[in-house]
């Protein structure tokens, strides 16, 4: 899931700086300028559904694990219940 959410932003950022920086403009290397912009398009939308989808995960996994997976996103720690192992 986050691997998707941090292409999708790395992809909107480059296609945005593609479209204001003029590259492609004189070029046919990407097609034409209306790609990128319709590309863009795409992966703005994209987020629409990607960031609700990861917040709804992270709620659900919380539940299911009995942790606070949010609270161990903003500081960065994670509790972890010891499991007995059987590797004696």
Excluded: C
């Excluded at 989808?53 to 659900?60: C, G, M, P, Q, R």
């Amino acid at each position: 899931m986050i691997l998707s959410l941090w292409a999708v932003i790395i992809g909107l950022g480059l296609t945005g700086y593609l479209m204001e920086s003029d590259i492609f403009s004189n070029t046919e290397l990407l097609g034409n300028e209306d790609l990128l912009e319709e590309v863009h398009e795409l992966l703005a939308n994209s987020l629409y559904l990607l960031v609700p989808l990861h917040i709804i995960s992270a709620i659900l996994v919380s539940y299911w694990e009995r942790q606070n997976l949010i609270k161990s996103m903003i500081t960065g720690k994670k509790i972890v219940a010891d499991k007995p192992s059987n590797l004696e």
